[in-house]
């Protein structure tokens, strides 16, 4: 599944942005690897079931796939169960790191409208991985590629 992908993929961006990981590519792999460790650890995932979590048919959209998704942003600080998704954090790690799209105002309008529609969800498991699905959407991708 290409969600899949596109989260794996945004896990190891926001590694990379981080203030602690943007300068050690070798560590933000490590640090991604054992992010997704302790999040299957803490779901109690199967160690057999893990390697979904890492390949194309990729993180279930059940409600582990969903706390999967949550566990891992919360690990690179830009969710938390009060309140969601930490949209100060995530334009701060943007402009620290010189994103392309950091002064593209449809493109930040793009992540606020994600952010917050993501926020409104009661269940916090769903309201990360609708976050996620939204920043991985097609219309979002394609903002993000154009910049």
Same mark, same amino acid.
């Given at each position: 599944m290409r969600l899949t992908i596109a989260i794996i993929l945004m896990f190891v961006?926001?590694?990379s942005t981080s203030p602690r990981h943007r300068n050690e590519s070798r560590r933000v792999d490590s640090d991604t690897e054992q992010y997704i460790q302790e999040c299957g650890a803490e779901l109690k995932i199967p160690?057999? $079931?893990m390697t979904k979590y890492r390949t194309p %048919?990729?993180?279930?959209e059940d409600r582990i796939g969903q706390c999967f998704t949550k566990c891992m942003f919360e690990k690179f600080g830009v969710?938390?169960?009060e309140s969601g998704y930490k949209l100060e954090l995530i334009m701060k790690m943007m402009s $620290?790191?010189?994103?392309?799209?950091?002064? %593209?105002?449809?493109?930040?309008?793009?992540?606020?409208?994600?952010?917050?529609?993501a926020?409104?969800?009661?269940?916090?498991c769903e309201r990360a991985y609708h976050?996620?699905?939204?920043?991985?959407?097609?219309?979002f991708r394609k903002k993000n590629a154009g910049s």
């Open positions: 961006t926001l590694a160690s057999s $079931e %048919d990729g993180v279930p969710f938390d169960k $620290e790191n010189n994103h392309p799209s950091i002064r %593209d105002m449809a493109f930040i309008g793009m992540i606020e409208k994600c952010a917050k529609e926020n409104l969800i009661e269940n916090v976050g996620a699905k939204c920043f991985t959407s097609e219309a």
